[in-house]
């Protein structure tokens, strides 16, 4: 097979090749390292390429299978990190200026779990600076561009993590989401995006932005790719204080029985407060057409009313930039990370300002400011403690909607794939796209985005699916047998209406679409 | 309406140990209060008698056992740090020369 055939294979393709001997590790890794340095120059998803240790850990896992060893899964199959996830040996900068460099003394719990699957490690992916955007137009390395449309956001804080899935830089790969870092950006790449039940996925190493609401999660181009990943990452860790008790749920099975495309009995739950006006035509339009197509898979559709769903933007605007004004007072310029000398007297609370005000971009002051702002003194009862009051609110929003439905789904965004600059001056723009996807984080539920067609503008558009807290094979269950439907129309996974990537020397390129590929007839 | 003054931010700037510049202060002046203004309609359902969630999935008594574990590898921590002097993080004197 050659190198390009193998970037085009998902995760469970590439682990039969190599479980059946049929291609290596090291070819594997070869074929990614290749495609990257062919595209990432136009895609910029990664901000650190790992070659010699991924190598490294692929021809470790090829002599491993010659002498005859029982190996995991996915072991072989390369897999790239969001790069707020700390790794011994390669630079960990959470996107930003202020860890220039930083190496890591530790690997988070994700990475052991990676390493001890033997899954090579690409690299380190771009994003928004300390997790704090929906475009990854405030990485301080630059922004990634939307394999779809180079002209294009690929969505954020993680879409370096997404944009390299979609293009074939990697079959899978971790991000995280704390309002919808992981989820938008697979709708706005075509992939397949979780965020796994609060507590389900260890943040032991994960560089904290907001310490209620982030979680951990895979990023596939399909259900049963994402699954696997899911079910490498998840369990218990004694070193992350909210790490859940419990076994996790099968997500691989879930992903399989529901390949099978058998929803009789299952209840679709859909938001009243999630569609509508202010969502794209197109959107709609996609999400309209994956409703009938759940219900020809059996399934009962119904509307749930979540009242309190229209205060989630503004609890989540207040709790999470409080959260992570204190999560980020530990970037000083003391122990580690940028230290800026300013000008006399100089002392320490001076130097820490100093170190401080250079290292970090404007979206990452906009939230300290806001987050001290909504802790300081006399404030608290009229911000942060009403914010957690209508958390509970909506956690009873969902839990009453939950008894009426087995899963609840929503568009993940409501637009497609913006152009660069035009939500940059407009902050609140910004963060009004993340209004469908914020509420899962303030419950702590577990949710999904898988591509549900392209718009009308060409563009993907995700489908987002969330089920009730340790439940997460619902998401797979459901997801599965959506994906295998919608394929079925469309004739291909909608990837591959992505055109080649071309460098841009050779000119700008716009998606090829076949006509009526990618939108349900 | 709120009405958040730039000395209000300055002020905000100093408790989160961050220098802005006056540009910079002004340009959070303004956001600041059109998002406090976005976010400020909470009250209307946030009342007293609802209970405040800070946790999503409500866990008790955390505790791991107490048996010693290895540290992180020191030298490894000093190759990050900015300045270190005997095995010391060397910063500059808390307080000014007065």
């Given at each position: 097979m050659s190198a390009s055939d193998l970037t085009r294979l998902s995760a469970a393709e590439l682990s039969d090749q190599l479980a059946s001997g049929t291609t290596t590790a090291v070819a594997a890794t070869e074929a990614h390292l290749a495609r990257i340095a062919e595209v990432d120059p136009a895609?910029?998803?990664?901000?650190?390429?790992?070659a010699d240790g991924a190598l490294r850990t692929a021809r470790e896992v090829d002599a491993k299978r010659a002498a005859g060893e029982k190996l995991p899964r996915l072991a072989g199959v390369p897999i790239a990190l969001k790069d707020l996830i700390v790794t011994i040996g390669m630079p960990t900068t959470a996107g930003s200026k202020m860890l220039e460099g930083w190496l890591s003394p530790y690997d988070a719990t994700v990475v052991e779990r990676v390493k001890a699957a033997g899954m090579p490690i690409l690299g380190k992916t771009n994003m928004d600076e300390f997790a704090?955007?929906?475009?990854?137009?405030?990485s301080a390395y630059g922004p990634t561009h939307n394999p779809?449309?180079?002209?294009?956001i690929p969505g954020g804080s993680g879409g370096g993590s997404a944009a390299a899935v979609a293009a074939y830089e990697a079959p899978l790969a971790i991000g995280s989401d704390t309002g919808g870092s992981i989820r938008a950006p697979s709708a706005f790449t075509g992939t397949v995006g979780v965020k796994p039940t609060?507590?389900?996925?260890?943040?032991?190493?994960m560089i904290a932005m907001a310490s209620s609401l982030d979680q951990g999660g895979p990023v596939g181009r399909t259900v049963l790719d994402t699954a696997l990943l899911h079910e490498v990452l998840a369990g218990h860790d004694p070193r992350d204080s909210t790490s859940l008790p419990d076994a996790p749920p099968d997500f691989v099975a879930a992903a399989l029985r529901g390949r099978k495309g058998d929803l009789t009995g299952v209840r679709v739950g859909v938001i009243k407060q999630l569609h509508g006006e202010g969502y794209q035509p197109g959107v709609t339009a996609r999400f309209d057409e994956a409703l009938e197509v759940l219900r020809g898979l059996g399934a009962s559709v119904v509307e749930v009313d979540c009242p309190h769903f229209a205060y989630a933007f503004d609890a989540y605007y207040l709790i999470m930039p409080a959260e992570a004004s204190s999560n980020l007072a530990r970037f000083d310029g003391v122990r580690y990370g940028l230290r800026v000398t300013p000008e006399p007297p100089v002392t320490a609370e001076r130097m820490m300002a100093a170190s401080r005000g250079a290292g970090f971009g404007p979206e990452v002051k906009r939230r300290i400011i806001l987050g001290t702002y909504a802790l300081a003194a006399g404030h608290f009862d009229e911000y942060y403690g009403a914010a957690l009051r209508v958390r509970t609110l909506i956690q009873q929003d969902f839990a009453r909607a939950f008894e009426q439905a087995d899963v609840l789904v929503s568009p993940t965004a409501p637009t497609t794939a913006f152009r660069f600059g035009e939500k940059l001056d407009d902050p609140l723009a910004m963060y009004k796209g993340d209004v469908a996807t914020i509420p899962a984080n303030l419950a702590g539920d577990p949710a999904m985005s898988l591509p549900s067609g392209l718009s009308d503008d060409g563009l993907p558009v995700g489908f987002q699916i969330i089920a009730p807290q340790r439940a997460d094979d619902r998401l797979y269950y459901v997801g599965a047998a959506l994906e295998a439907a919608l394929e079925k129309r469309w004739g291909a996974p909608l990837l591959s209406n992505l055109s080649e990537i071309t460098l841009p020397s050779s000119g700008a390129q716009s998606p090829d679409l076949a006509p009526g590929k990618g939108q349900s007839q | 309406m709120s009405d958040i003054s730039s000395d209000e931010v300055a002020r905000l700037a100093v408790m989160a140990a961050l220098d802005l510049t006056a540009a910079e202060i002004a340009q959070l002046t303004s956001e600041l209060n059109v998002i406090v203004d976005s976010v400020a309609n909470l009250g209307k359902v946030a009342t007293l008698d609802v209970p405040i969630t800070s946790h999503p999935v409500p866990l008790e008594n955390v505790f791991r056992a107490d048996v010693p574990e290895p540290s992180i590898d020191l030298a490894e921590v000093w190759a990050m740090a900015p300045e270190v002097e005997a095995d010391m993080f060397v910063v500059p004197r808390m307080l000014s020369e007065d």
């Open positions: 895609v910029h998803a990664y901000l650190h390429v790992n704090m955007g929906a475009s990854t137009e405030w779809w449309d180079l002209g294009r609060y507590g389900s996925i260890s943040r032991y190493g | -």
